[in-house]
């Protein structure tokens, strides 16, 4: 099936630093979503992304849409150890579907 | 509110078994249902959607099928399980016309040995 790419698959970060995603496209998106889904839970809705060079923020979350919208980064300062998860993107497919990306793993170690 | 059940949580089934999980979802009407597989430490794979009773779309070929036979339910079965189909299935929602922001439930775990 379609899936979108993100990159890194994993990552691994000291607590306190940064931790940044990214996923890419091959088309131009209407919007785009993020999720995070917690070690052995469910994806969770985090936000979405509709204009262009959009950038929006969650305390230390920083969501950005490429001014192309076909790419999306999620960027977090000073990651805690709340922060670990699998981060999706996740992009619109024809008019009732979603599909997700194939995951960035954050582990945070103390 | 809005909630989406599923069950149940983890089962671990004989090769060649049946499968049946259930998924239904309260305080909405006429919502589309989703049927995703996460296989260990993967991303999330569509399997099936859905935008009304009896109208299903399935995305990939493959072992399973599925049925909506009342407007928030929706069902995931198969007649002979492989050990391919092992993985954690989400069941997911989004509400008609008011955009594509999906909600899952909180899986279910299906071990086949």
């Known amino acids: 099936g379609q899936q979108v790419m993100q990159i890194p698959q994993y990552q691994h970060v000291q607590e306190g630093e940064d931790f940044t995603t990214y996923c890419n496209s091959s088309t131009t998106l209407s919007n785009i979503q993020w999720y995070k889904q917690r070690p052995g839970g469910h994806p969770v809705f985090l936000i979405q992304?509709?204009?262009?060079?959009e950038v929006k923020k969650q305390k230390r979350l920083t969501f950005q849409f490429g001014e192309a919208k076909k790419n999306s980064s999620l960027h977090i300062t000073a990651t805690q150890t709340t922060d670990v998860g699998t981060y999706f993107c996740a992009e619109p497919y024809n008019t009732d579907k979603l599909i997700f990306g194939t995951g960035t793993r954050l582990q945070v170690f103390p | 509110s809005q909630t989406i059940h599923q069950w149940p949580a983890t089962l671990v089934q004989p090769v060649g078994s049946p499968l049946s999980l259930e998924c239904t979802v309260e305080g909405t009407s006429n919502p589309n249902l989703y049927w995703y597989r996460q296989a260990a430490g993967r991303g999330l794979q569509l399997l099936f959607y859905s935008i009304g009773i009896d109208q299903i779309s399935s995305e990939v070929p493959q072992n399973l099928s599925a049925s909506r036979p009342q407007d928030r339910q929706f069902i995931l079965s198969s007649k002979k399980l492989l050990l391919s189909d092992s993985g954690f299935y989400l069941c997911?929602?989004?509400?008609?016309?008011?955009?594509?922001?999906?909600?899952f439930g909180e899986g279910s775990w299906l071990t086949v040995v």
């Open positions: 992304l509709v204009k262009s060079g």
């Open positions: 997911a929602w989004t509400p008609r016309l008011s955009g594509n922001t999906i909600y």
